[in-house]
């Protein structure tokens, strides 16, 4: 990487998670940045930048240091390569890339020292996996983790913009429950991801943990609902105390997505006794998807890629 000021690209800029990204990136005190969709919004001004079609010449100018894309999986796994061949690091958010042996999968907080070991390409976790690993650590690492379920409540701004305009306009008659991830005949794919990923990141290659997840009519912030069985014993109050204390978690008495949108923390609560098992916790958490579980996530991984040269 070049020395001075970083320079970023951000593909996907005009989506749900482009948009926050460029508002973080200015809160971030980031000054030098391209920006880049598809053919359909080229020339369009957002948050005021020109926006370039992202094409291969485009990624492969070799301005830019770190790219944070937020492009469907095809769009990454046709892109990013372009981007990597310019002499840049991607973070990608999408799946394409997450759980290829030797691409670090990040969070911060969590395995914040894996991103380094990057041969170009950095992935970023799904939007339920970041809150819940950083929701997990701190548990597992005073008392080991034994088992763990997840029910999820996901907003519909984590299907990205369109869906978000279909929401908007719905009459609130119409609101339902939805499950638009690719069905395997048993699990979701987004279930499916949530244990991999999890598994990845906490580096607990046989955790056993299941998931159910739903779509809520919420236009931004997922909520989980989970239940945590510990080796050893871990009272209430001691995980209280743990995730008080836990890097980007806030304990907050009974968390939702309304509390959580908008904020960089994910909320913690309802921490109690699972009175159904030996050794068993449940809890409640929410976070926002486009910001700790999208945007802000990837930017802190840029951050750490940049090392001491990263903005304020
Ligand atoms: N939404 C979330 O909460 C969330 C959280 C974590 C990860 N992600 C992941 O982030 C990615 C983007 O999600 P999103 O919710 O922001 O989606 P979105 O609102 O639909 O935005 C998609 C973005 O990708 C651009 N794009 C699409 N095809 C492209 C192409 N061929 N070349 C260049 N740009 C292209 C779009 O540009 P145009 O406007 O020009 O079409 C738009 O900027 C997905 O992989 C998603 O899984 C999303």
Redesign the pocket.
């Known amino acids: 990487m070049a020395s001075g000021s970083p320079r970023i690209g951000v ?8 948009t926050v990204t460029l508002g973080l990136l200015r809160d971030h005190g980031f000054e030098h940045v391209r920006v ?3 053919a ?2 080229a020339g369009k001004q957002v948050s005021g930048w020109t926006v370039e079609e ?1 094409t291969p010449e485009a990624l492969e100018r070799g301005d830019v240091d770190v790219f944070l894309f ?4 095809s ?2 796994r046709r ?1 990013v390569p372009h981007a990597v061949a310019g002499g840049a690091t991607a973070v990608d ?3 394409a890339y997450r759980l290829e042996p030797g691409i670090p999968l990040v969070v911060p907080e969590v395995n914040g020292n894996r991103a380094l070991e990057h041969d170009g390409i950095v992935a970023n976790p ?2 339920c996996t970041i809150p819940l690993t950083c929701v997990l650590k701190p548990l597992h690492e005073e008392a080991g983790l034994a088992r763990v379920r997840v029910a999820t409540y996901q907003s519909v ?2 299907a ?3 869906a978000m305009e279909r929401l908007a306009n719905e009459s609130p008659a119409d609101h339902d429950l939805r499950m638009d991830w690719d069905f395997d005949g048993e699990e979701f794919d987004e279930e499916s991801k949530l244990r991999a990923e999890t598994r990845k990141i906490m580096e607990l290659p046989d955790l056993p943990i299941q998931a159910t997840c739903v779509r809520v009519p919420v236009m931004v912030g997922h909520a989980e609902a989970v239940w945590i069985e510990t080796e050893d014993e871990l009272t209430p109050e001691r995980a209280t105390e743990l995730l008080a204390g836990a890097p980007s978690v806030r304990v907050e008495q009974f968390p939702s997505p309304g509390k959580a949108a908008g904020i960089d923390e994910v909320l913690v609560g309802r921490i109690r006794r699972d009175t159904t098992v030996d050794r068993g916790l449940a809890l409640f958490l929410a976070s926002d ?2 910001r700790k ?2 945007a802000l996530n990837a930017i802190q991984i840029a951050k750490l890629l940049l090392g001491t040269r990263a903005a304020a």
């Open positions: 593909v996907g800029a005009t989506g749900a998670v482009g880049f969709a598809s359909r919004s992202a937020s492009v469907g999986t769009a990454s892109l958010k999408s799946s799904n939007c701004s984590g990205g913009a369109q998807n486009l579980g999208a």
